[in-house]
C-alpha cells in the first residue's frame, strides 16, 4: 500500500499543457528529516508552479528538475502549470493575482523582472507584486558569428561594426529577452551600432542565423555548442565574466576587447507579494536543499549553469538592482515590444 501512495502520475488539461509531478504523497515516509506533523500544517495541497514558456526551454527545464526534487522535499504534489504567452507576462499575471497562500509559485527569469520598464500596459508589476523565494540558476550566453562574417575576434568584430555602421545586424527570440539584452548591452559597451532582428522564439532566429540571413546572436552556450563544433557557425566570446565549463577556451566578451562587459541571465522563484513570510523561508530551505543535490550540481554542470545560494532578502535586492540597472541602459537604447 505505501508503494502505491508513493507512485507517480501525471495528468494534462486541454486548454493549457499541465504537467504533475506525484514524488511524494503525504502518506509517504517524510524526506529529508521532516515530520508528520510538518507536512500536515504546510503543504496540504499540491502546490502550482507557473512557467511562462513552452515546455522544453530553459524556464521549463528548470522548473521541472527542481519541481520534481522540491516535490520530493516537501512531500508533496507539484503541478508544473505551463501558461506560454508575452515573454512570459501571461504566466506573470496569473501568478500575481493568485490568493497569498503559499500554493502558487512562479518562474521569474531576468527578462519577465524587467518587463515593466517596456510595456507600458503590464497589469501587474514584477517587483512590487512578488516577494522572492530563492534564485536558482544563472546562465551566460555566447556571442556567435555567420562564417561569412570578416571577424574571427571581438575586437575584429568591433572594428568591422565601426567601419560599416548598422550593416551588421544581431538575431534573438523576441523583444527584451536575454538574447536582445546581451546585444543592447554590447552595443552600448563598444560603441557600435549594429541593427537588432527580432525572431519569434530561439528555433527560428538560430535556423537563420546558421543559414546565413543574420549575422550575429548572443544566446545560451549549450544549444549552439554543435552548431559551433561543425563550423556552421564561429564562436567568439562569452558574455560573463568566468569562462564556460563546455567551451573554456573561448576569453569573456570583457577580455577580449569591451572591459567591464557582463550579462547573465537567471532563473528563480517568486511568489505573490503577501504571501507569509515563514511560508517563503520553508519554501526558500527546501529549494536552497534541492539545489544541492548530487543530480541537479550535475545537471547544471551539463547546461553551463551556476546555482547561486541566497535568502528571499538578497534575491529581492538582487532582482531591484537588475531593473535599476537597465532603467539606466533603456534611457540610452529604447527597446519598444511590437
Known sequence: MASNACSRRTSS?????TSVITIAMAACQPAFGQTRADLREYPVKP???VVGFPPGGGNDTIARMVGQKLSERLGQTIVIDNRAGAGGVVAGELAAHAPPDGYTMLMMSSSL?????????LRYDPIRDFIGVARLAAYRSVLVAHPSVAATSVRELIALAKAKPGALNFASSGYAVGSHLAGELFKIAAHVDI?????KGTAPASS?????RVQLMFAPVVPLLPHVQSGRLRALAVTSSSHSRVMPELPTISEAGVPGYEFVGWYGIV???????HLIEQLNAGVLEVMQSRDITARLDVEDMEFERATPDAFNAMRAAEVAKWEKIFRQVPVNVE
Open 208 to 212: 537563420d542565423l546558421i543559414s546565413g
Open 195 to 199: 541593427t537588432h532582428v527580432p525572431y
Open 113 to 121: 523582472t524587467i518587463q515593466r520598464l517596456i510595456r507600458k500596459d
Open 13 to 17: 488539461a486541454a486548454a493549457h499543457v
Open 47 to 49: 502546490i502550482r508552479f
Open 271 to 277: 511568489v505573490p507579494v503577501r504571501t507569509p513570510r
